[in-house]
């Protein structure tokens, strides 16, 4: 023990008494057995015991401890108080009222008031606005309007179009989607068209491309009761189709091609023969773009001239039923089959080259968010609702109902959905199939840019060609314009 603990020892239990005071403890009597002959009256005592200070110790102890036992549970009773007070603020925090622009294209408000009815009401205090856009400067108008902080949070763009917007197109944050869950989602075409390092740039609401469209009554009157499984078979089918007048005036067309004028998708489909042909965007110079832009031009020269300058535009001619084959994107079905709901169509897709792989050029549109809003999460957020399975049907459900079919899903695990559907199922078979290329020379995708500029260049080839130039010269001069193209936008 140390001095302050010895000098707090209590008085002595045991107290001495004087000898000779009256008050003397006197001794116990003695029993019998004990007690001495000659004083019967002799006792012996024990000291008396005072009362002991323990138990008052111990009681002060319990005390103490009960004391700092409701203190503690007072204490957490607070505290869980005001976590409770502190978490209801920070909810109420983060339900402060968040406004959504979304600028679309093709799709009327009323095809996405629903989804959006249902997101709204399953987040309080979102508010997401839907602008359907005029397609004409569009693209302009997203880019100016984005650099002033003046432009939407959501928009849609054409697949080819990263180069052209991705200063103003913000990343898909991993925390929304990571690259593992986009790459099991989506098919390989979007994979490679919206990735950019190691971020991908939109999530896609669609899937399409070309595709081979065929009218079937043309072809059964041709003695043809199938579709060409191969190019050879289509150049065969084209031929055996064609119906031309005593002066060699085309009256019925087995293919529309070879012209830029009245060919709708020009550009996209010489793409398409520069990929059958083995050749590429950037060497135009080589022998196989030559090759490509003499294959297409064939359809309209001697000595078969299958298609020609005089017939109508070729979306118009399908309709009415002046031509048996064209090569589009499956939305032109749309405008066919409301020109004349009664032409029997059949869709497959693009034959393959003799001895070479299936091939087709993809165009579809995409939704990306702006890197200017100032909600961007909460915009991803809205796009990836829409592109989970639940939602995407009920929106291929909407377009439907007030058209023809909706847009060709772009789930991988929804394309068992429509793979038999008599007008879209070639689409999302080709997506399947990984033979979708994209390549920035898509006609009316209105960029007033890199798709536009390209697409002008391929039309003054081929017109030039019309003309008497070589093929390859035409495409020389062209390529010289193209490369300036490809140079501006970045793309190698």
């Known amino acids: 023990m140390d001095e302050k603990t010895t000098s707090e020892v209590p008085t002595p239990v045991f107290e001495t008494v004087p000898v000779g005071e009256t008050n003397?403890?006197?001794?116990?009597?003695?029993?019998p057995e004990v007690a001495s002959?000659?004083?019967?009256?002799?006792?012996?005592?024990?000291?008396?015991?005072?009362?002991?200070?323990?138990?008052?110790?111990?009681?002060?102890?319990?005390?103490?401890?009960?004391?700092?036992?409701?203190?503690?549970?007072?204490?957490?009773?607070?505290l869980v108080l005001f976590i409770s007070i502190f978490t209801s603020k920070s909810k109420n925090i983060q339900k402060k009222e968040v406004k959504l622009v979304y600028w679309g294209l093709w799709e009327d408000e009323q095809v996405f008031a629903p989804l959006i009815k249902?997101?709204?009401?399953?987040?309080?205090?979102?508010?997401?606005?839907?602008e359907k856009k005029s397609p004409q400067e569009y693209k302009d108008k997203l880019i100016v309007r984005s650099q002033k902080g003046q432009g939407p949070d959501i928009f849609r763009y054409h697949n080819t179009w990263l180069p052209q917007i991705r200063e103003i197109t913000a990343p898909l944050p991993p925390e929304i989607m990571t690259n593992v869950d986009f790459e099991k989602t989506f098919f390989p075409i979007h994979q490679k068209d919206l990735?950019?390092?190691?971020?991908?740039?939109?999530?896609?609401?669609?899937?399409d491309g070309l595709v081979l469209i065929c009218n079937m009554s043309l072809l059964k009157k041709a003695g043809l009761n199938t579709t060409p499984s191969n190019w050879d078979e289509l150049i065969d089918f084209a031929g055996r189709v064609q119906v031309t007048d005593k002066e060699g005036v085309i009256i019925t067309s087995g293919m529309a091609m070879g012209t830029a004028s009245n060919v709708e998708h020009f550009s996209d489909i010489y793409g398409l023969m520069l990929l059958l042909n083995g050749g590429e965007l950037n060497k135009l110079s080589q022998p196989e773009a030559a090759g490509a832009l003499e294959?297409?031009?064939?359809?309209?020269?001697?000595?078969?001239?299958?298609?020609?300058?005089?017939?109508?535009?070729?979306?118009?001619?399908f309709a009415q039923e002046k031509v048996a084959m064209i090569i589009a994107p499956s939305y032109d079905l749309l405008a066919i089959k409301a020109m004349n709901p009664d032409v029997k169509i059949k869709v497959v897709p693009i034959?393959?080259?003799?001895?070479?792989?299936?091939?087709?050029?993809?165009?579809y549109w995409v939704e990306g968010v702006s890197k200017m809003s100032k909600n961007q999460i909460e915009a991803w957020k809205f796009l990836?609702?829409?592109?989970?399975?639940?939602?995407?049907?009920?929106?291929?459900?909407?377009?439907?109902?007030?058209?023809?079919?909706?847009?060709?899903?772009?789930?991988?695990?929804?394309a068992p959905l429509v793979v038999q559907n008599e007008y879209i199922g070639a689409v999302v078979k080709q997506a399947s199939d990984d033979v979708y290329v994209s390549l920035p020379l898509i006609s009316k995708t209105y960029d007033a840019g890199l798709n536009d500029e390209i697409s002008r260049y391929i039309e003054n080839a081929i017109n030039a060609s019309i003309q008497g130039v070589s093929y390859g010269e035409a495409l020389t001069t062209a390529k010289k314009g193209i490369d300036q193209v490809l140079v501006r936008y970045k793309i190698e």
């Open 24 to 31: 003397a403890l006197q001794p116990e009597e003695l029993s």
């Open 37 to 78: 002959p000659e004083d019967a009256s002799f006792h012996t005592a024990g000291p008396e015991i005072a009362p002991s200070d323990q138990p008052l110790v111990y009681q002060e102890s319990k005390v103490k401890y009960i004391v700092i036992g409701l203190g503690v549970v007072v204490f957490i009773i607070l």
């Open 195 to 207: 990735k950019i390092g190691i971020y991908y740039y939109g999530l896609p609401l669609e899937v």
């Open 118 to 130: 249902q997101y709204q009401d399953s987040n309080p205090g979102v508010t997401i606005t839907y």
């Open 295 to 317: 294959a297409y031009r064939r359809f309209a020269e001697q000595p078969n001239e299958i298609w020609s300058e005089a017939m109508p535009n070729s979306i118009a001619a």
């Open 384 to 414: 990836k609702y829409l592109t989970k399975k639940e939602q995407m049907t009920k929106l291929y459900e909407q377009e439907s109902s007030t058209r023809l079919f909706g847009e060709p899903y772009a789930r991988v695990d929804l």
């Open 351 to 363: 034959p393959k080259p003799p001895g070479g792989q299936q091939v087709s050029i993809a165009s």
